[in-house]
């Protein structure tokens, strides 16, 4: 168990930090879901643990934020209030890759909410459509649209924003 908690913490930390920013309550949903994998006598799908813990760990910030009334379900908050990309998301290392993530971050930050999320989780946890749409409660074929709306909406936007020169 210990190995599971260090192998999926980050990208768990990573995920839940987008849905809440609180990092206590966070922290707490990811120890809370871990003690009660330790605690259960069945085990996670070996398939696809990260896609389980990912959904779970969703799952269980949603609730605790429910039940401390800090925000209301998902369902009942306008679609772009939910899941926040963060900049530190896209920063590139290399200096030549600049401009085109100062111009991708523009992009996304006129995206809906769950288009973001569906971008997060298939390019950045590399989820397949599948975990994706288990994830996000939707069907397989869902996810494929989804997925390929926010990409032309991105490809759109992107050939609108003008380029920027940086020094």
Known sequence: M????????????????????DTEILEDCIQELFIELWQSKNPPPSTSVKAYLLKAIKYKLLKALHKRAQVKLQAEL?????????HETFIIDKQEHAEKTVRVINALAQLSARQKEIIYLKFYQNLSYEEVSDI???N???ARNLLSQAIKT??????????LFLA
């Open 2 to 21: 210990g190995q599971l908690f260090r192998r999926h913490y980050a990208d768990l930390f990573r995920y839940g930090n987008k849905i809440c920013a």
């Open 154 to 163: 991105m490809k759109k936007i992107l050939q609108k924003l003008p380029l």
């Open 140 to 142: 397989y074929q869902v």
């Open 136 to 138: 996000m409660n939707i």
């Open 78 to 86: 306008p679609e772009n209030q939910l899941f926040e990309m963060c």
